[in-house]
């Protein structure tokens, strides 16, 4: 009893971190070229010096801007807790310039304890933002405005992004403005009065680095040996975990993953379901795990094809993968059909199907896309006479083959011998 709750409590600690962004990103703040560090400057410099300052965190979906932008105010906020106040908008809630100002109006009350109206009109909300601005920057107090989806911002009149840049050009103000963006070209979107008063800093949020991920696993994976945790089964299960990252498979595991998506948000989810297939009986990490994870989340369209076709349809695709391996470079349905027989004649096949049911699951096949005619240029023939091709691998058809519940022992046979 007492090993499974020491499973179950790792299992849950492992989960618990995976969620947690700010756990997740911490050891990539460390180096002083981070975009921790460099972002931490500009605002910590904005509020010891009383200067404004605005800058654009500008990278894919899931590289962690917000994430690391969060972790920098929640340092900032803990030294300097009287000297900073926060306002957070949404392009995709605050893009109307009304709805902005309101939503700006609101935050500066609730965090100064003042009385919010909801009647108040664009100009009263706008002109309380400008008071607020010279009246925080008169106490030494840095207003940060976060602008996730900028780029949303930068659409219509611009208004909102005008009224705060402009009211920064004040010597009394003190305020920083931070966009947030997966578009890199967002800075180009401004208008030329705003473009002209924005700072033009940038910071771009890249894939990780393989040393940075390395350390990212290590870090995310690895169970404290000084925790609440058994300290022997601590130090078994990251001795285990340090064999499974060194391994050439799980490195071609990563790797294959990431191909399609390199941010740590995509690497966040393959990681949270890996640790979910974990055998609670073991209670250690495999690299079993990791393989499942890898093949349940890559969708693979042309293996689910495959599972939905007929036996016949099956016969079909292997006849047309043994002929392009006999190099026959063009082929068509009567090709196809010539060597179906071939194949009956050589297995003696009891199984026996009418040729207008043949044209059908070719046909099927067509519609499916597994299959496609070579050109266009024969679209006024017969269906059995255009010359067709394959659109899977002959991996993707071996791995359908096995996959498949009831697949004719013959047809693996035959795919054995070809590939």
């Known amino acids: ?4 709750n020491t499973v179950e409590e790792a ?5 618990s971190r995976l969620c947690n962004p700010s756990f997740v990103f911490k050891p990539l703040s460390d180096s002083p070229d981070s975009n921790y560090s460099k972002l931490k400057f500009i605002i910590s410099s904005s509020v010891t010096e ?5 800058i654009l965190l500008l990278g894919p979906r899931g590289s962690g801007k917000i994430a690391v932008l969060e972790l920098v105010l929640k340092d900032l906020l803990l030294e ?3 000297l900073i106040s926060v306002i957070k908008l949404s392009g995709l809630l605050h893009s109307d310039d009304n709805c902005a100002f309101k939503e700006i109006s609101r935050q500066l009350c609730a965090e100064h304890q003042l009385l919010f109206s909801k009647m ?4 009263d909300n706008s002109q309380f933002m400008i008071a607020m601005l010279r009246e925080c920057g008169l106490a030494h107090k840095t207003i940060i405005f976060v602008l996730d989806e900028f780029d949303l911002f930068a659409q219509g009149k611009q208004r909102v992004l005008y009224s705060l ?4 050009q004040s010597v009394t103000s003190q305020a920083v403005v931070i966009g947030v963006s997966c578009r890199l070209d967002a800075d180009q979107l401004l208008e030329k009065r705003v473009r002209s008063r924005f700072s033009h800093r940038k910071l771009l949020f890249l894939p990780p680095s393989k040393e940075d991920l390395q350390r990212l696993l290590e870090h995310i994976l690895s169970l404290p040996v000084d925790s609440t945790i058994s300290h022997d089964y601590a130090v078994e299960f990251n001795a285990k975990l340090q064999k499974i990252l060194a391994d050439e498979k799980f490195k071609q595991i990563i790797i294959t993953y990431m191909d399609s998506d390199a941010t740590v948000n995509h690497l966040l989810r393959f990681l949270f379901r890996a640790v979910s297939y974990m055998d609670l009986g073991s209670g250690f990490l495999s690299l079993e795990n990791f393989k499942t994870a890898l093949s349940n989340i890559q969708r693979q369209p042309k293996l689910e094809c495959i599972k939905d076709c007929s036996i016949l349809e099956l016969h079909i695709l292997v006849c047309m993968k043994r002929l392009e391996v006999k190099e026959q470079n063009s082929y068509n349905f009567n090709s196809v059909m010539k060597e179906y027989k071939s194949i009956r004649a050589s297995f003696q096949m009891s199984e026996y199907y009418a040729w207008n049911i043949c044209l059908r699951a070719f046909e099927h096949l067509l519609q499916r ?10 679209q006024n023939q017969s269906v059995e006479f255009r010359p067709a091709k394959l ?5 993707e058809l071996q791995q359908g083959l096995k996959s498949y519940r009831s697949c004719p022992a013959i047809l693996l046979k035959l795919m054995d011998r070809e590939v």
């Open 1 to 4: 009893m007492g090993r499974e």
């Open 11 to 15: 299992l849950n600690l492992l989960r």
């Open 50 to 54: 009383a200067c404004n300052n605005s």
């Open 80 to 82: 300097f807790p009287d």
């Open 120 to 123: 108040a009109s664009f100009d």
């Open 165 to 168: 840049l402009d009211a920064m």
């Open 369 to 378: 896309e597994l299959i496609c005619f070579t050109d266009n240029r024969g």
């Open 391 to 395: 659109l899977i691998s002959s991996h």
